[in-house]
């Protein structure tokens, strides 16, 4: 079980490093560039949802992004706070840039 952070946009090496190594029992954090993955109706949303990973979004990010109210029905928004509730539930992390 692992928290993984993507900050890293869809296509980039990053995001298809992280999309290998996703799977369940795992979470997926998107952050920073890393909220494009969210969008719903698009390949790298399907992407995140057959890894079967639980999927966070980083609330702030997204409503900076403009896409807060454009992201699939199966991501969790999340703040500051619910971020750090997910540290301390998942002892084990990768950050994916």
């Given at each position: ?80 706070d619910a971020f750090a509730e997910l540290t301390e539930r998942f002892v084990k992390q990768q950050?994916?840039?």
């Amino acid at each position: 079980m692992v928290l993984h952070s993507l900050s890293a946009a869809p296509g980039s090496n990053a995001y298809r490093d992280c999309l290998q190594l996703l799977g369940k029992g795992d979470a997926l954090l998107l952050l920073a560039d890393g909220v494009y993955a969210a969008l719903a109706d698009t390949q790298a949303y399907l992407d995140i949802l057959n890894s079967g990973a639980e999927l966070y979004l980083l609330q702030p990010d997204a409503a900076a992004a403009g896409i807060l109210n454009d992201t699939g029905e199966r991501i969790t928004p999340v703040d500051f706070d619910a971020f750090a509730e997910l540290t301390e539930r998942f002892v084990k992390q990768q950050a994916w840039y």
